[in-house]
């Protein structure tokens, strides 16, 4: 199937970077087009705004305007973002939470080709990360304090922002997962438990058994044969080899 161009810009401070970067695009995709090249969030919000971008490459930290600053200046972000970044434990795991595509520095060709190959399979799906953009802004914005995060998961109906402090559990369902909120309807996902789970903060979230994974706010006791009740009032079978973890992460 023939994909249609698509209009690309880049926002890095470091040329080299940007440069191979570029090569690295127009090597794997040359329907992807790079329309600009921007050295900081400053240069790459006025070509946003005038070029109309369906796709930006955006480092995370650079001089004059950084790209968390860049974006939060953008009022109806209507592009997919790639996320260009060193290891920074906070800024990948506010990614991961807002299920938004990340590179790490140095850029492999083989990281690359996946990330625009979820992008044209969104784009080919017409798939609309509405809010994503700016769940992540708002999980960078709450630093450590996670309860104050959102997990972003998307379904048939959209994309659902799911605050950390109310989601009770998540149960592997084959390639699906269904995620237990409290005081909402569950919610099932195609994702499997162990994608969730990559992406939830392991000091709040624990996988108590192959198929469950919960949330240790909500564990309300412990049951006798291995067992533990949530605040819902569900009761879950912890896995043998699980349960001194689990005891000790409840103290």
């Given at each position: 199937?023939?994909?249609?161009?698509?209009?690309?810009?880049?926002?890095?401070?470091?040329?080299?970077?940007?440069?191979?970067?570029?090569?690295?695009?127009?090597?794997?995709?040359?329907?992807?087009?790079?329309?600009?090249?921007?050295?900081?969030?400053?240069?790459?919000?006025?070509?946003?705004?005038?070029?109309?971008?369906?796709?930006?490459?955006?480092?995370?930290?650079?001089?004059?305007?950084?790209?968390?600053?860049?974006?939060?200046?953008?009022?109806?972000?209507?592009?997919?973002?790639?996320?260009?970044?060193?290891?920074?434990?906070?800024?990948?795991?506010?990614?991961?939470?807002?299920?938004?595509?990340?590179?790490?520095?140095?850029?492999?060709?083989?990281?690359?080709?996946?990330?625009?190959?979820?992008?044209?399979?969104?784009?080919?799906?017409?798939?609309?990360?509405e809010g994503v953009i700016q769940n992540f802004l708002h999980n960078m914005s709450t630093g450590e304090?996670?309860?104050?995060?959102?997990?972003?998961?998307?379904?048939?109906?959209?994309?659902?922002?799911?605050?950390?402090?109310?989601?009770?559990?998540?149960?592997?369902?084959?390639?699906?997962?269904?995620?237990?909120?409290?005081?909402?309807?569950?919610?099932?996902?195609?994702?499997?438990?162990?994608?969730?789970?990559?992406?939830?903060?392991?000091?709040?979230?624990?996988?108590?058994?192959?198929?469950?994974?919960?949330?240790?706010?909500?564990?309300?006791?412990?049951l006798p044969e291995q067992r533990l009740s949530l605040t819902n009032g569900d009761v879950l079978e912890?896995?043998?080899?699980?349960?001194?973890?689990?005891?000790?992460?409840?103290?």
């Amino acid at each position: 199937m023939k994909i249609s161009p698509v209009k690309a810009i880049i926002v890095e401070d470091d040329p080299f970077a940007a440069t191979q970067l570029r090569m690295l695009i127009q090597d794997q995709h040359p329907q992807c087009h790079i329309a600009a090249i921007c050295s900081n969030g400053l240069e790459g919000l006025e070509a946003i705004q005038q070029l109309k971008p369906e796709l930006v490459f955006t480092d995370v930290e650079m001089p004059v305007l950084n790209g968390l600053d860049m974006l939060k200046r953008v009022e109806h972000p209507d592009f997919e973002v790639v996320f260009i970044t060193s290891f920074d434990k906070y800024a990948i795991s506010a990614l991961r939470l807002s299920a938004l595509d990340y590179l790490l520095k140095p850029v492999s060709p083989a990281e690359l080709e996946a990330t625009l190959h979820q992008f044209f399979k969104k784009r080919n799906e017409k798939q609309r990360n509405e809010g994503v953009i700016q769940n992540f802004l708002h999980n960078m914005s709450t630093g450590e304090n996670i309860q104050q995060q959102r997990l972003a998961v998307a379904t048939t109906e959209g994309t659902h922002f799911i605050p950390l402090a109310e989601l009770l559990r998540i149960e592997a369902l084959s390639n699906y997962a269904k995620i237990v909120i409290q005081n909402s309807k569950p919610i099932t996902v195609s994702k499997t438990l162990k994608d969730l789970e990559e992406s939830l903060p392991a000091k709040m979230f624990l996988r108590i058994h192959k198929s469950h994974l919960v949330n240790l706010l909500h564990i309300k006791k412990l049951l006798p044969e291995q067992r533990l009740s949530l605040t819902n009032g569900d009761v879950l079978e912890v896995a043998r080899r699980r349960w001194p973890e689990v005891q000790e992460a409840i103290g």
